[in-house]
């Protein structure tokens, strides 16, 4: 392991941000951290680059303590969500900024930034000042900055959260093309989302943060497929997965009174009693046969539409590859894809996914 | 409605710029009264109602020794402190307004706030409550009417207007872009000067007007502190206020210590109008 | 962040004002418990005495705090009211803003007492101006020696000279108002008197606190012009703290005694402050 990071806490008001965090990464690879909004992405990555003193805990990069070395002589990059580039200085100044502050020799400084701007595509924007482009190019500006640095470590602090959607997906592509092919083999990069798409397209190792803590961590597929607990299962998918608790018995797995079907497959060493049940928006759709559901709310996405809905006790969140208006309290019938169904035990850990069996007895 | 709305308005401008000036034109044209003109009663128009005479400006320029009050050293004294003791006010001000806007301090029940309220309370203090005590502590130091005496004063009347507007200021600078500077390898200090001062302009602008109108404007200390070395232009000009008051040479010694603040005035109004200003100050 | 090189920022300036004040005030609070005065001249030690005769006799010094108090609210609440009004009006397209703008800010660049000196000869009570067009009607008010006229002759004087202080910050203010709300009040189809009372002067509330403290405290010091104008008078009738304190203190010599009030204005000062700009608070900020 070439970073590791030691039972970290930072708590610098009553609740944690770092919760006695510890981890290991190696040179070469990509992580991300996926986790919602203040769940220590950003503190993490603070600390990483030594912005954030931590209370305590170590970081050890090399097996050299980190703590002892201040921001400025650590070997790192770091791309903010919001467009942070230097306003006074134009693209070339900006990109060789971080260069100057060393002593590297004119030609290589020169050819380091003219590369760097040239493989995020701003090549004829040298001369411009920052405030004549638009988000998506000042972001290009701040990703060109951190790897014309060629720093041992890349920080990606959600670079493209601010950005429009369509110019989102345009990006990401791009980055992760970018990190993949050309991004040199003696650095690490971490990169942090709140979403669980970037994750999967970024491929790489995935870390789930929540409150400080991690959660999981393994491959990007491997967390999707089989997410380690009921919190996990919510924060990796968009939206989150359904969780609805119920019970096993016997043969039937039962909701409430209206919701009980054949125990499917995979669960079939589970025994019986009561569960927490998962399933995804994507994996219930509409269908006469189901069970009837009120509409609630319902939101057209692109050519999808989400329908929030509702049968006695249980809610639902179902992600419908339709377009369609609902109107509120209109009756729907919706079937739940058994066969997709997860199962967490009482203690909210993974009882038994698709993918995978897990419990016995 | 919407026609005697503008009427109004033009009505209300109309009467609060006649309201600026006048003064200024009554200044104007008594400057060109002699002795007569003025005590003859209220008059206007030069040659119409009074026969001009240039002899209140011409005192302006004429030694003590010929009768005259020299208006042109207090002139460059008052330029020379106005500038030296804003130009220290806002070097201090502004790196301890940086470090109050960006780190945090703490020691028992004094946090950053309370620092800056410190600053700012200086303002509270009347220039009465430490004219005596700075007289008689620049009389022990030997400072009393020397211009370094009349600056260490200044700097105490500055500093808080300086701090007051760069934490203002420095509070809007996103913070990100230090730390991106940091990242970057500039130490603090490299990250001040090579990318927060940079970006800092309209608001030391700001600072910098505003101290020179708080120094330039100032009269009691150095009333107090200050007797014939460094005579500052505002006690020049009181000094004229004797036995009998010379009307026509304090109208043209007013007019001539207003200029060179009208081209403050111009570059206020300018960095407002680019909106510039209204980072700078809230 | 958090770095041992913050003290380096902090520290110069906050060691330069304590470095310089720390004599003064100091020596103010020793100078206060004695009774320097010209006869007696010398840092002798008389306890409290000084803050006893503060307030168990002088009531001129109360007299000339109320007074004080009823100068500067008055002044700065004039000053708010019209600064605003004109900040108002050339915040937006009207001919030749940029030279009402440049025009409404020169009274403040101008030097308090010198400008004092020509508004006194503007309402001198035989030769002025101001009289000789009031004459035309037969009318000769004495705004220089009377009690009542001459206070309202410091207000004019005052609310000249500073109101451009408060345009300035107010007009700064609006101008750096987001324009969404305005988007939205236009399209609740809200008339201009509507969108003000909603939407301009709830943005402008903090922006207004701020303005209006600043001159409360610049405000409360009060001296050159009514050094120059009325030199307190008549009688002590714009006789305001600091020049109360300035006669006691440079005029009678009582250096002991002028220092205790000194002390004593002071703290009354940050603690009125302190609650006016917490009752201003919660007045202009509604929830919402």
């Known amino acids: 392991m070439d970073l590791l990071a030691k039972e970290l806490v930072y708590q610098p008001g009553s609740e944690f941000h770092l919760d006695s965090m510890s981890f290991g990464m190696k040179k070469g690879e990509i992580y991300t951290l996926l986790g919602r909004t203040l769940s220590g992405k950003t503190t993490l990555l603070k600390t990483i680059a030594g912005l954030i003193q931590p209370d305590s805990g170590r970081v050890l990069f090399e097996g050299k303590d980190l703590n002892s070395i201040p921001v400025w002589k650590r070997n790192i990059a770091m791309v903010y969500q919001q467009f942070i580039n230097y306003p006074h200085l134009n693209v070339y100044d900006n990109v060789a900024f971080p260069l100057r502050q060393r002593a590297i020799s004119d030609n290589e400084l020169r050819l380091r930034v003219s590369d760097a701007i040239e493989r995020v595509g701003l090549k004829d924007f040298e001369s411009r000042r920052i405030q004549e482009l638009s988000g998506g190019q000042q972001q290009r500006v701040a990703l060109a900055r951190s790897l014309a640095k060629q720093a041992e470590i890349l920080l990606l602090d959600e670079p493209l959260v601010n950005l429009d959607y369509k110019l989102r997906e345009q990006l990401r592509e791009e980055f992760s093309k970018i990190f993949t092919s050309e991004y040199s083999s003696d650095s690490i990069l971490i990169y942090s989302s709140t979403d669980p798409m970037e994750a999967m397209q970024l491929g790489g190792e995935t870390i789930v943060l929540d409150e400080g803590r991690i959660l999981q961590q393994g491959p990007a597929s491997e967390i999707f497929e089989n997410p380690a607990t009921t919190r996990v299962a919510e924060i990796t998918n968009d939206p989150a997965m359904n969780l609805l608790s119920g019970e096993i018995a016997g043969s039937k797995v039962i909701i409430n009174s209206k919701m009980s079907f054949d125990i499917p497959i995979h669960f079939r060493n589970l025994a019986s009693g009561q569960y927490t049940f998962g399933i995804r928006a994507s994996d219930i759709a509409l269908d006469k046969k189901g069970y009837p559901f009120n509409v609630e709310l319902a939101e057209i996405s692109g050519s999808e539409t989400f329908l929030h809905a509702k049968n006695e006790n249980v809610s639902l969140v179902g992600q419908l590859d339709l377009v369609k208006n609902f109107n509120v309290g209109e009756k729907v019938n919706l079937h739940l894809d058994s066969q997709k169904l997860y199962a967490f035990g009482l203690d909210k850990n993974l009882a038994s996914s698709p993918f995978k069996e897990l419990a016995r007895g | 409605m919407r026609k005697l709305y503008i009427t109004l308005k033009y009505l209300f401008i109309g009467l609060w710029s006649m309201f600026v000036v006048a003064p200024f034109l009554w200044a104007l044209s008594t400057s060109f009264k002699d002795f007569n003109s003025v005590t003859g009663g209220a008059t206007y128009i030069p040659w119409v109602d009074f026969e001009p005479s240039l002899e209140g400006w011409k005192v302006l320029l004429r030694s003590p020794a010929q009768g005259g009050v020299n208006i042109v050293e207090p002139y460059f004294n008052s330029i020379a402190v106005t500038c030296l003791a804003s130009f220290i006010s806002i070097f201090l001000g502004t790196l301890a307004a940086y470090a109050l806007s960006r780190f945090t301090f703490k020691a028992s029940f004094i946090k950053n706030s309370d620092i800056t309220f410190f600053f700012i309370s200086q303002r509270i203090m009347p220039p009465i409550v430490l004219s005596i005590p700075f007289f008689i502590m620049l009389g022990k130091l030997g400072l009393l009417d020397s211009m370094l005496g009349l600056i260490m004063v200044y700097v105490v009347l500055l500093m808080p207007i300086a701090v007051w507007i760069m934490v203002d200021f420095f509070n809007k600078v996103p913070k990100e872009i230090d730390e991106t500077a940091l990242i970057d390898g500039c130490n603090p200090y490299q990250a001040f000067y090579k990318v927060v001062l940079p970006n800092s302009i309209p608001g030391l602008i700001v600072a910098g007007m505003f101290c020179m109108i708080f120094g330039w404007t100032d009269f009691f200390f150095a009333f107090i502190l200050t007797f014939t070395e460094v005579q500052l232009l505002p006690v020049a000009i009181v000094a004229l206020n004797s036995s009998i008051t010379p009307w026509w040479s304090l109208s043209a010694s007013a007019l001539v210590s207003v200029a060179p603040l009208i081209v403050v005035a111009f570059i206020v109004e300018r960095y407002l109008s680019k909106g510039n200003l209204s980072g700078a100050l809230k | ?288």
Do not use: C
Request: no cysteine; proline share 5%; aromatic share 16%.
């Open chain 3, 1 to 288: 962040m958090n770095f041992k090189h913050k003290y380096l920022f902090l520290l110069p300036g906050l060691l330069v004002l304590i470095g310089i004040l720390i004599f003064p005030v100091g020596f103010t609070v020793r100078l206060s418990m004695s009774s320097w005065d010209s006869f007696f001249p010398g840092l002798d030690y008389v306890g409290l005495e000084n803050y006893f005769r503060i307030f168990q006799e002088d009531s001129r010094f109360w007299e000339a705090f109320g007074r004080l108090s009823f100068l500067s609210v008055t002044t700065v609440t004039l000053q708010y009211v019209l600064g605003f009004a004109l900040a108002l009006m050339v915040w937006k397209d009207i001919a030749f803003k940029r030279f009402f703008r440049v025009l409404f800010l020169i009274p403040m660049m101008t030097t308090p007492v010198i400008m004092t000196v020509i508004w006194k000869t503007f309402f001198h009570e035989s030769l002025g101006p101001v009289n000789d067009f009031l004459n035309i009607f037969g009318w000769n008010p004495l705004w220089l020696s009377s009690e009542i006229l001459s206070k309202i002759t410091v207000i004019i004087v005052e609310v000249w000279q500073w109101t451009p202080f408060m345009f300035l910050l107010l007009l700064a203010g609006l101008l750096s108002l987001p324009k969404e709300p305005y988007l939205a009040a236009s399209i609740d189809g809200a008339g201009p008197y509507r969108t003000f009372i909603y939407v301009t002067f709830p943005l402008m509330a903090p922006i207004s606190i701020g303005a209006i403290i600043i001159r409360l405290i610049e405000a409360s010091k009060i001296m050159d012009t009514v050094y120059v104008l009325t030199s307190g008078g008549p009688g002590t009738a714009t006789e305001t703290s600091s020049f109360y304190i300035f006669i006691k203190g440079l005029r009678e010599f009582q250096f002991g005694y002028s220092a205790a009030l000194s002390f004593t204005y002071l703290i009354i000062m940050i603690i009125s402050l302190t609650i006016i700009a917490k009752v201003l608070v919660r007045l202009m900020i509604r929830d919402n």
